[in-house]
């Protein structure tokens, strides 16, 4: 069983295009990230939701709109693709933990590619 | 504020050579440290991790100590094997319940047979 899953594994588009990336997890975790990864693998967190609620928003342009329909999914919507948008995206899952080190668990990525 | 600074890579290392990558931090109060692994193609996933000065973690033959005296959190590995050819990661997580990770730049590892 896929601890989590992201939708698609690759992308290809046009830019000034719109598309969604889909991520659930099953492992009943409280917070889910979305990051972007570039090609020289520099991670950065774009948002965070806790119990469908965003806890961080980094500063990412507004084209971009994480939306968290339940707990257990996190879905990255992005308008009007640029070509540097092209990168990596992962999503993330953990749950709290008392001592403050909960371990985050990564989807398997998914490439977007803007022409 | 706090940061994480990871060496640079790439470091290439031949089989069963040892292994260390050195992490150090800048934070105030006493964060949680991991070390993240990425192998080609996949999400990362966690290493080990430490939650206090003093602690070792250990995993699949890594270890890293958490050195408050020298804000240091290095990795180490006795006897690289090809399969560790990886990115590594060096992270932080302050004190409290902010959720967020503060992420080195990563280490690329090629290990040659």
């Known amino acids: 069983d896929t601890a989590v899953s992201q939708t698609p594994k690759y992308l290809v588009t046009q830019m000034g295009n719109d598309k969604s990336i889909k991520c659930e997890q099953n492992?009943?975790?409280?917070?889910m990230y979305w990051y972007k990864q570039d090609s020289k693998k520099f991670l950065k967190i774009m948002f965070s939701y806790n119990n469908k609620e965003l806890i961080i928003n980094e500063t990412v342009p507004n084209r971009f709109s994480p939306k968290s329909p339940d707990k257990a999914h996190l879905n990255l919507h992005i308008n009007s693709l640029e070509l540097g948008d092209s990168a990596v995206y992962f999503c993330?899952?953990?749950?709290?933990?008392?001592?403050?080190?909960?371990?985050?668990?990564f989807g398997p990525g998914t490439r977007l590619t803007v022409l | 504020g706090n940061s994480v600074t990871q060496m640079e890579g790439p470091v290439t290392l031949s089989e069963e050579a040892f292994l260390t990558i050195n992490c150090t931090y800048t934070a105030t109060g006493y964060p949680s440290l991991f070390w993240y692994v990425q192998y080609p193609g996949e999400g990362l996933q966690l290493l080990l991790k430490?939650?206090?000065a003093d602690d070792k973690g250990s995993n699949k033959g890594f270890e890293a100590t958490y050195r408050k005296e020298t804000t240091s959190f290095h990795l180490e590995k006795g006897s690289v094997q090809v399969s560790d050819s990886a990115v590594y990661f060096c992270a932080l997580k302050r004190a409290g319940n902010n959720r967020k990770l503060i992420w080195g730049l990563g280490t690329s590892l090629a290990v040659n047979p």
């Open positions: 492992l009943g975790h409280d917070t």
């Open positions: 430490a939650t206090k």
């Open positions: 993330a899952s953990s749950q709290e933990q008392q001592a403050g080190a909960d371990t985050q668990y």
